[in-house]
């Protein structure tokens, strides 16, 4: 296997990704420890400082604002 595949890096074949083998289901070409690594939603350091930076000062910001226009804005109706 190791040979054929250096052959293929040789005449610079190109990798199909969606190629499945004849005969074979699939959702069972792949190996569980791929399909994890695939799927995990891995929280990354970006979400959590844009998390800080801009979702809690805008639910901060929402959440004055309801407050000042529920209890301190005299409406004039």
Partial sequence: METRGRQ???QQVTVDSKHV???LDPDLM???RYVQR???NR???LGRVSFWILAVPMALGLGGLLI???FLKRWSI
């Fill in 30 to 32: 792949y190996s569980d």
């Fill in 21 to 23: 083998p004849p005969g």
């Fill in 8 to 10: 293929l890096a040789a």
């Fill in 68 to 70: 000042w226009l529920v």
């Fill in 43 to 45: 929280p990354t350091s």
């Fill in 38 to 40: 695939a799927y995990h």
